[in-house]
């Protein structure tokens, strides 16, 4: 007679080492961004010393070479050379998603919240003449190509408001099907990273005299806040400049809340107008509180912090009741280091370990073409925009 064991169920495992798990899953790809980051940082330093010495210029010229650009450099060598095991890809997306988002709300401690309203509220009419123009051209190209509308929809959002959120965002009310959506990332990722690299010299032969207008610049005409952070950075560094830093940055997080209204609007024309050709019933509308990134909500609070720290300065030489005019100062300012310095170069090393060639292979020459329109449409639109309105602008 045979007797059965009754096998004892494996209990489920505990939250907290499921918590665990996944933070030891972001260790090695964090700590692979860090590694490049100091990398970059040395190579920066050591690269522009030379450069200096064949200038004439002494040792202790600031560095021409910028270490936010030599990070993203060997990030890009890294993924699309050695290649990026799928050991460090978690970390890689952290690093993205996370830390660039941590960093930037830190760069509000740079700026009083009165400047942040200020320069926002100036570059409203650019980005929404860049968005507009965008939609209108890259729409219009579209129909001449006979693509996709929704493809079309897709690239002028993506590279008017916010890149890739703005095309996940808005696919579900548009209806887009994947093939779009994955053609609308590829041309996002390879024209943002161009404009990335190209477009802080072309701010600087344009504006040279003039930072604000170079921010307002990179912050309307480059696709994604991580491209954006990258570029302005990368122009800070080079030129030593770094109001272009909070003049883009500000633009940028203007820019990606307009998803608030373009999301409902355009969702709202192709349900009633455009016939429902490639609706998926498992696609989910989201929320407007879903739409806004919490990190532009802990930027203005970093921004309110300054102007209280600042008033309280001003007022009775304390702050916040009980730090003195230098011991705020070296506090917001090493918060202001740690995050620009530090966080974003951490970042940036994984925009450039995230970025793979491949995602273009089998991209298609057309819309490639709509990409290029979208991209050249809303850069020239906000050149001559910031040469217009820039000058009005101060901080």
């Known amino acids: 007679m045979m007797i059965l064991k009754k096998q004892q169920a494996t209990p489920p495992p505990s939250s907290s080492v499921t918590l665990l798990q996944t933070v030891l899953n972001k260790v090695p790809g964090v700590l692979l961004c860090l590694t490049i980051m100091f990398i970059s940082l040395i190579l920066a330093e050591w690269t ?10 002494p040792p202790e010229s600031s560095s021409p070479i910028s270490s936010i650009f030599v990070a993203i450099i060997l990030g890009l060598l890294v993924r699309n050379v050695v290649g990026l095991q799928q050991l460090f890809k978690d970390g890689v997306t952290f690093s993205i998603k996370f830390i660039l988002k941590f960093g930037i709300i830190l760069l509000g401690i740079r700026l009083s919240f009165i400047d942040v309203v200020k320069l926002g509220a100036w570059g409203i009419p650019i980005i929404l003449a860049c968005v507009a123009t965008g939609l209108l051209i890259t729409l219009w190209i579209t129909t001449k190509m006979k693509q996709s509308h929704r493809l079309g929809t897709l690239v002028a959002c993506g590279t008017g ?56 610049f990179l912050g309307t005409s480059i696709h994604e806040t991580a491209q ?93 009741g009980f730090l003195n005019a230098d011991q705020w100062k070296e506090t ?57 309105i820039g000058g009005f602008i101060t901080f």
């Not at 696609?283 to 990190?295: A, E, G, I, N, T």
């Open 332 to 388: 917001w300012s090493a918060l202001n280091t740690f995050g620009s310095k530090y966080l974003l170069g951490i970042a940036m090393a994984g925009v450039g370990l995230s970025t793979s060639f491949g995602v273009f292979k089998g991209i298609g020459f057309k819309p490639f073409l709509i990409g290029m329109v979208a991209a050249l449409s809303v850069g020239i639109v906000s050149i001559l925009m910031v040469i217009f």
């Open 228 to 320: 954006v952070a990258g570029a302005a950075l990368i122009y800070g560094q080079v030129f030593d400049m770094s109001q272009v830093v909070d003049a883009a940055t500000i633009t940028k997080l203007t820019r990606n809340v307009l998803i608030l209204a373009v999301v409902p609007i355009l969702s709202y024309y192709y349900m009633n107008k455009v016939p429902d050709r490639h609706s998926e019933g498992s696609r989910m509308k989201q929320k407007w509180y879903q739409l806004v990134p919490l990190f532009i909500i802990g930027f203005l609070v970093m921004a309110v912090a300054r102007s209280i720290g600042d008033a309280g300065i001003a007022n009775s030489g304390v702050a916040f």
């Open 161 to 216: 408001i916010c890149g890739v959120t703005a095309i996940v965002a808005i696919s579900p009310g548009i209806r887009a099907n994947d093939e779009e959506v994955a053609y609308a990332i590829a041309n996002i990722t390879l024209f943002g990273v161009i404009a990335m690299f190209a477009y802080p010299y072309l701010a600087y032969f344009l504006f040279e005299d003039d930072p604000i207008r170079a921010g307002l």
């Open 48 to 57: 522009g010393q030379w450069v200096n010495s064949l200038q004439g210029l």
